[in-house]
Protein backbone atom coordinates (compact mmCIF):
# COMPACT_ATOMS: atom_id res chain seq x y z
CA UNK A 1 0.00 0.00 0.00
CA UNK A 2 1.35 3.45 -0.88
CA UNK A 3 1.51 6.49 0.83
CA UNK A 4 -1.15 8.05 -1.81
CA UNK A 5 -3.87 4.88 -1.08
CA UNK A 6 -3.18 5.40 2.90
CA UNK A 7 -4.30 9.19 2.65
CA UNK A 8 -7.47 8.66 0.53
CA UNK A 9 -8.61 5.79 1.39
CA UNK A 10 -8.65 3.91 -1.66
CA UNK A 11 -7.25 1.13 -0.14
CA UNK A 12 -9.88 1.07 1.86
CA UNK A 13 -12.88 1.36 -1.12
CA UNK A 14 -11.20 -1.90 -3.04
CA UNK A 15 -11.00 -3.50 0.38
CA UNK A 16 -14.18 -3.32 0.91
CA UNK A 17 -15.69 -3.69 -2.43
CA UNK A 18 -13.89 -6.65 -2.51
CA UNK A 19 -15.99 -7.98 0.89
CA UNK A 20 -18.90 -6.98 -0.69
CA UNK A 21 -18.48 -8.55 -4.15
CA UNK A 22 -17.77 -11.99 -1.97
CA UNK A 23 -20.72 -11.34 0.48
CA UNK A 24 -23.27 -11.19 -2.22
CA UNK A 25 -22.19 -14.39 -3.91
CA UNK A 26 -23.92 -16.19 0.09
CA UNK A 27 -27.30 -16.99 0.03
CA UNK A 28 -29.85 -14.70 1.26
CA UNK A 29 -30.04 -14.96 4.81
CA UNK A 30 -26.15 -15.08 5.07
CA UNK A 31 -26.26 -11.81 3.24
CA UNK A 32 -28.77 -10.27 5.92
CA UNK A 33 -26.82 -11.55 8.49
CA UNK A 34 -23.29 -10.00 7.05
CA UNK A 35 -25.24 -6.74 6.93
CA UNK A 36 -26.13 -6.93 10.70
CA UNK A 37 -22.62 -7.76 11.51
CA UNK A 38 -21.74 -4.75 9.76
CA UNK A 39 -23.59 -2.59 11.28
CA UNK A 40 -22.57 -3.81 15.07
CA UNK A 41 -18.41 -3.93 14.37
CA UNK A 42 -18.56 -0.41 12.73
CA UNK A 43 -18.80 1.99 16.05
CA UNK A 44 -16.11 0.24 16.90
CA UNK A 45 -13.76 1.38 14.48
CA UNK A 46 -10.94 3.67 14.01
CA UNK A 47 -10.81 6.79 12.03
CA UNK A 48 -10.16 5.07 9.02
CA UNK A 49 -11.65 1.89 9.93
CA UNK A 50 -8.92 -0.12 9.01
CA UNK A 51 -8.46 -1.98 12.38
CA UNK A 52 -11.83 -3.66 10.79
CA UNK A 53 -10.83 -4.75 7.68
CA UNK A 54 -9.26 -8.06 9.46
CA UNK A 55 -12.17 -8.70 11.61
CA UNK A 56 -14.76 -8.33 8.47
CA UNK A 57 -12.65 -10.62 6.61
CA UNK A 58 -12.49 -13.33 9.01
CA UNK A 59 -16.16 -13.26 9.69
CA UNK A 60 -16.88 -13.43 5.78
CA UNK A 61 -15.06 -16.49 5.23
CA UNK A 62 -16.74 -18.12 8.31
CA UNK A 63 -19.92 -17.37 6.58
CA UNK A 64 -18.53 -18.72 3.21
CA UNK A 65 -17.26 -22.13 4.44
CA UNK A 66 -20.62 -22.49 6.30
CA UNK A 67 -22.90 -21.61 3.45
CA UNK A 68 -20.36 -24.09 1.73
CA UNK A 69 -21.14 -27.00 4.67
CA UNK A 70 -24.61 -26.00 4.52
CA UNK A 71 -25.40 -25.12 7.60
CA UNK A 72 -27.79 -22.65 8.34
CA UNK A 73 -27.13 -18.67 9.46
CA UNK A 74 -28.34 -19.43 13.06
CA UNK A 75 -25.95 -22.79 13.80
CA UNK A 76 -22.82 -20.38 12.85
CA UNK A 77 -24.00 -17.10 14.33
CA UNK A 78 -26.32 -17.65 16.64
CA UNK A 79 -29.71 -15.85 17.47
CA UNK A 80 -27.48 -12.69 18.92
CA UNK A 81 -25.61 -11.22 16.40
CA UNK A 82 -24.73 -8.22 18.47
CA UNK A 83 -23.14 -10.65 20.82
CA UNK A 84 -21.70 -12.30 18.53
CA UNK A 85 -19.65 -9.10 16.75
CA UNK A 86 -19.11 -8.28 20.98
CA UNK A 87 -17.12 -11.39 21.35
CA UNK A 88 -15.19 -10.54 18.32
CA UNK A 89 -13.88 -7.38 19.08
CA UNK A 90 -13.92 -7.99 22.87
CA UNK A 91 -12.55 -5.82 26.07
CA UNK A 92 -8.96 -4.72 23.91
CA UNK A 93 -10.60 -5.28 20.33
CA UNK A 94 -11.10 -2.27 17.69
CA UNK A 95 -11.80 0.30 20.06
CA UNK A 96 -13.80 3.10 19.04
CA UNK A 97 -12.64 6.96 19.68
CA UNK A 98 -14.72 6.69 23.13
CA UNK A 99 -12.62 4.01 24.55
CA UNK A 100 -9.65 5.77 23.31
CA UNK A 101 -10.55 9.38 24.31
CA UNK A 102 -11.90 7.72 27.82
CA UNK A 103 -8.85 5.54 28.41
CA UNK A 104 -6.61 8.57 27.83
CA UNK A 105 -8.61 11.37 30.08
CA UNK A 106 -8.24 8.42 32.79
CA UNK A 107 -4.26 8.15 32.30
CA UNK A 108 -4.16 12.44 32.60
CA UNK A 109 -6.27 12.18 35.67
CA UNK A 110 -4.52 9.62 37.24
CA UNK A 111 -1.33 11.29 36.69
CA UNK A 112 -2.68 14.57 37.93
CA UNK A 113 -3.41 12.38 40.91
CA UNK A 114 -0.34 10.82 41.36
CA UNK A 115 -1.01 7.43 41.05
Not at 33 to 42: F, G, I, Q, T
Not at 52 to 64: A, Y
Not at 93 to 113: C, E, F, T
Request: net charge negative.
Amino acid sequence: MNLWDKITGDDMTREMKALESRAKMLPVDYQSAWEKVKANLWPHSDFSGRNLIPILDGVLDLLEESAADGQSVQAVLGDDISGFCFALIGEDGAKSYQDKWRQQLNQNIAKKLGK
